[in-house]
T-cell receptor
Framework: EADIYQTPRYLVIGTGKKITLECSQT?????MYWYQQDPGMELHLIHY???????EKGDLSSESTVSRIRTEHFPLTLESARPSHTSQYLC??????????FGDGTRLSIL | SQQGEEDPQALSIQEGENATMNCSYK?????LQWYRQNSGRGLVHLIL?????REKHSGRLRVTLDTSKKSSSLLITASRAADTASYFC???????????FGAGTRLTVKP
């Protein structure tokens, strides 16, 4: 298994709260990604980073923000959670054009 | 935006049978990858096939690529109950470093 970790695994929280989903990798990969995936559905790229201080929005519009201050760390933040943010969030990393390594995801439920 | 489209959306077979899943894509690619996702987990890379390759094997997996038809197939031979998972194809184009994932095929192998 790849060394990429996401916390928390599950989060149930009320509307309006600020949330940070953590993602860390110990492989020294320069590229990191965040995907949103509803159960049984396709993955949608919401953010990616090609290195420190580099972040870009993906294909799916998201109200979340990301930062990349350290190579190994790529947190995703929702300033004010809403029920529409309920989903699974997957973090991945890669180097060059090599396959992506995924974490086990965070299942987020906003009440 | 989604690039690959898997077919069928769902497949149910008996243990020991072969499972074939197909993937079609729209634009020219650099490589195509297949991933597996167990329920509630992240994706795990299975196999990568480059645009100049036509067939690749890995254990019980066989992947073919037809760039003229913009399609790929994943064959799992002698399936086992443990193969039950969702299988995704992902494409990497020459112009875009980001992977694009399809909606996946949900495979159920009955013991």
């Amino acid at each position: 298994e790849a060394d990429i970790y996401q916390t928390p695994r599950y989060l149930v929280i009320g509307t309006g709260k600020k949330i940070t989903l953590e993602c860390s990798q110990t492989m020294g990969h320069d590229k990191m990604y965040w995907y949103q995936q509803d159960p049984g559905m396709e993955l949608h790229l919401i953010h990616y980073s090609y290195g420190v201080n580099s972040t870009e929005k993906g294909d799916l519009s998201s109200e979340s923000t990301v930062s990349r201050i350290r190579t190994e760390h790529f947190p995703l933040t929702l300033e004010s959670a809403r029920p529409s943010h309920t989903s699974q969030y997957l973090c991945a990393s890669s180097v060059g054009r090599q396959p992506q390594h995924f974490g086990d995801g965070t299942r987020l439920s906003i009440l | 935006s989604q690039q690959g489209e898997e077919d069928p959306q769902a497949l149910s077979i008996q243990e020991g049978e072969n499972a074939t899943m197909n993937c079609s894509y729209k634009t020219s690619i650099n490589n195509l990858q297949w991933y597996r996702q167990n329920s509630g987990r992240g994706l795990v890379h299975l196999i990568l096939i480059r645009s100049n390759e036509r067939e690749k094997h890995s254990g019980r997996l066989r992947v073919t690529l037809d760039t003229s038809k913009k399609s790929s197939s994943l064959l799992i031979t002698a399936s086992r109950a443990a193969d039950t998972a969702s299988y995704f194809c992902a494409t990497d184009s020459y112009n875009n470093n980001d992977m694009r994932f399809g909606a996946g095929t949900r495979l159920t192998v009955k013991p």
